[in-house]
């Protein structure tokens, strides 16, 4: 079940205020049951039955430009889009290149941004010219191919945006210099850690410890040391502690202590 948005202080919002209760009633369930575009198809017989709101045409004229039909029974909820994608469309919601190719398909993304309705609203008759700009889906069907690629980015079938995809961070699992600087991090606060290398000591009582250490560093500091870990795919995250212990148990690095 998709997750979304919504604002707690809706209900002190002056415009929402002053809507009747069918209306509110319904602008919920319009934010709540629109596709991640913001667009939705009203069915008004299943709506009305989901809702308990009693007019579907009375509450469509409340709403007003806040809703916007495109055509048939389509319609479009301009402000979804910046409330659900904060700094669209270079925002870090992965569910920003799915809207943007559904906002492309009913003409609302040109020239790298959704269509400003708030020129529009100061038309009376907004939803007339909308269904000039876009139809009534009709024409789709008598545009072929080739027209299609032919008509400009502020047609009904704008070139689809070039969405920069989103900048990995490398990992210890890419980078060597990142791997090596969190494996000599890690050497040095065993080192330093006086509780640590009492407890080894007490287990191997004939072993210089430290010096053990430095053995086993001079290994994992190596590309050779880094390629063995970075090839098994099991391990997300260096358990750097354990593998200093599973080193000082390791016969090749021992150093003993001077008699």
């Keep these: ?92 919601v992965n569910q920003q290149t799915g809207a943007i ?11 790298g941004q959704v269509i400003d309705f708030q020129a529009l609203n100061s038309s009376p008759t907004l939803d007339q010219d909308l269904a000039k700009s876009y139809g009534n889906g009709n024409e789709y069907n008598n545009v072929s191919i080739k027209d299609k690629n032919s008509i400009g980015s502020n047609s009904l079938f704008p070139e689809e945006p070039k969405v920069e995809p989103i900048k ?33 000591e007490y287990i191997h009582a004939d072993l210089d410890i430290r010096k053990t250490m430095v053995n086993a560093e001079q290994y994992w500091c190596t590309e050779e040391a880094w390629e063995k870990k970075a090839s098994d795919k099991k391990i997300k995250r260096i358990n750097w502690r354990l593998t200093i212990i599973t080193s000082i148990n390791n016969s090749m690095n021992h150093v003993r202590k001077l008699k």
Excluded at 36 to 60: D, F, Y
Excluded at 180 to 198: G, M, N, Q, R, Y
């Design 168 to 200: 990995k961070e490398p990992t210890w699992r890419d980078d060597f210099n990142i791997y090596l600087f969190d494996c000599k991090t890690a050497f040095a606060s065993a080192w330093d850690d006086t509780a640590f290398i009492e407890k080894q």
């Design 1 to 92: 079940m998709a997750k979304r948005f919504i604002d707690t202080g809706i209900f002190d919002d002056t415009w929402f205020m002053d809507l009747s209760k069918d209306a509110k009633i319904a602008w919920l369930y319009l934010i709540t049951k629109c596709d991640h575009a913001g667009i939705i198809e009203i069915n008004e017989k299943l709506m009305i039955l989901q809702t308990g709101i009693k007019s579907w045409g009375t509450v469509r004229q409340e709403l007003n430009s806040r809703l916007i039909n495109l055509r048939d029974n389509y319609f479009f909820i301009p402000k979804f889009i910046q409330f659900q994608y904060p700094n669209f469309p270079k925002s870090n």
């Design 101 to 111: 190719k559904r906002l492309c398909e009913f003409g609302l993304f040109c020239d």
